[in-house]
């Protein structure tokens, strides 16, 4: 038995929302959640994939429930949060990047969109579930924001922007309610290869994309974030993984990396 599985939520607290449900980390987070005991709720704008994702994880023996929401609505969270009394965990999963030009040509309206998702979108969840993550007794918050967020590197800024305000978002949270039974994790992944994160940076180049990860071994993967994602959330109550950087063994910041060219 595994460590999540031996840590089973306990029922006032075994619903699990994560956004960004429909690909990637997101997916993967939702299928170990749901493999851990939580019911997990999949939340995205693509609603035939994480309708797609709850038959797969009800098949497999364990619930989810999907619902289309896109995080950056506020009127359409607030609707959201009315169908939950209490629930155990919010993975803040859905963010991204758009672009990698410099300061001086970066395109105002992509830096807005980065925004916007990783930050306003995380805030409005997070604010709009936080009565019932408290009323759990029990609660759970997890911002999956990058190593972005605790270092800049060139052709990043917009993104390194965002992903700083995600992080400091974390980190006020975590001393605004210290003392009620919420605990707010963040977790900064490195380099990790998904079959979206960098295409949809590079607005579908493919070689564009690829050279992201070239001569890279093994980048990290999406089941490895799920996985620490789900050992801090499965951490006995009173232990908070404040923030977990993970990145793969062959890159050592965000500007050195080994590549086996």
Known sequence: MTAAASAAPSAASRIAVVTGASSGIGAATARQLAAAGYRVVLTARRKDRIEALAEEIDAA?????????DITDRAAVDEFATAFRTIGVLVNNAGGALGADPVASGDPAEWRQMYETNVIGTLNITQALLPALTASGDGTVVVVSSTAGHGTYEGGA????????????????????????????????????????????????????????????????????????????????????????????????????????
Not at 61 to 69: H, S
Not at 193 to 199: Q, S
Request: proline share 4%.
């Open 158 to 261: 917009g993104y390194v922007a965002a992903k700083h305000g995600e992080h400091v978002l974390a980190e006020t949270l975590r001393l605004e309610i210290v003392g009620t039974p919420v605990r707010v994790i963040e977790i900064a992944p490195g380099m990790v290869k998904t079959d979206e994160f960098a295409l949809t940076r590079f607005g579908g180049d493919t070689d564009k994309a690829s050279k992201v990860y070239a001569g890279v071994a093994e980048p990290l993967t999406a089941d490895d974030v799920a996985d620490t994602i789900t050992w801090t959330v499965t951490r006995p109550s009173h232990v908070n993984i404040d923030l977990l950087v993970v990145r793969p063994r062959a890159q050592a910041s965000n500007t050195k990396v080994h590549r086996e060219l």
């Open 61 to 69: 023996g364990g619930q989810a429930t999907a619902y289309a929401l």
